[in-house]
T-cell receptor
Framework: NAGVMQNPRHLVRRRGQEARLRCSPM?????VYWYRQLPEEGLKFMVY????????ESGMPKERFSAEFPKEGPSILRIQQVVRGDSAAYFCASSSDRVEQYFGPGTRLTVT | AQRVTQPEKLLSVFKGAPVELKCNYS??????LFWYVQYSRQRLQLLLR??SRESIKGFTADLNKGETSFHLKKPFAQEEDSAMYYC???????????FGGGTRLMVKP
């Protein structure tokens, strides 16, 4: 089992561009979580998805951010019209039982 | 709303010394508590969870509901224990984790 995969590992975007972050969960895991880590802070929950459904998006900013987990393919976190404050590390985790979460290596987004 | 606090950003000890990484939480229900560890250049990984009551790599943590704490302890620190440690809480239903700000443990030779 390859573990949770995230790509790209590093992403640089100019202000106003779109950022797409991908997460492939571990085999057999149907629960996906996204977290954001701002510099010098802990991880903060953004969204929890199951296949084709958003279960909890209470941590997502109301504008510019969206997430999906289609029937086929990876989960995608999309940030439209990025701003400097979006610069952070974005982590994906997956779970088979909604209790133990396995984390990916993260995507470090830098907005210039 | 739940909250997790790790009061120390950095903890530095000598090899062989006891270690205690503090974690306090606030939550009105019955939480599930976890410790995650991130070694240099590696991904975040689960170290232990309170319901399993295991000892992993010599670390233990006891949930104290009276003091709302879940401190991580090890009697004799090793250099390979140097890492970032995060305390996390799951507020039932097995959904999102609420993380503390993390403590960097440095074990000096």
């Amino acid at each position: 089992n390859a573990g949770v995969m995230q790509n790209p590992r590093h992403l640089v975007r100019r202000r106003g561009q779109e950022a797409r972050l991908r997460c492939s969960p571990m085999k057999g895991h149907s629960h996906v979580y996204w977290y954001r880590q701002l510099p010098e802070e802990g991880l903060k929950f953004m969204v929890y998805l199951q296949k084709e459904n958003i279960i909890d998006e209470s941590g997502m900013p109301k504008e510019r951010f969206s997430a999906e987990f289609p029937k086929e393919g990876p989960s995608i976190l999309r940030i439209q019209q990025v701003v400097r404050g979006d610069s952070a590390a974005y982590f994906c985790a997956s779970s088979s039982d909604r209790v133990e979460q396995y984390f990916g290596p993260g995507t470090r987004l830098t907005v210039t | 709303a739940q909250r997790v606090t790790q009061p120390e950003k950095l903890l530095s000890v000598f090899k062989g010394a006891p270690v205690e990484l503090k974690c306090n939480y606030s939550y009105s229900g019955s939480p599930e508590l976890f410790w995650y560890v991130q070694y240099s250049r590696q991904r975040l990984q689960l170290l232990l969870r309170h319901i399993s009551r295991e000892s992993i790599k010599g670390f233990t943590a006891d949930l104290n509901k009276g003091e709302t704490s879940f401190h991580l302890k090890k009697p004799f620190a090793q250099e390979e224990d140097s890492a970032m440690y995060y305390c996390a809480l799951s507020a039932g239903g097995g959904n999102m984790l609420t993380f503390g700000g993390g403590t960097r443990l440095m074990v000096k030779p």
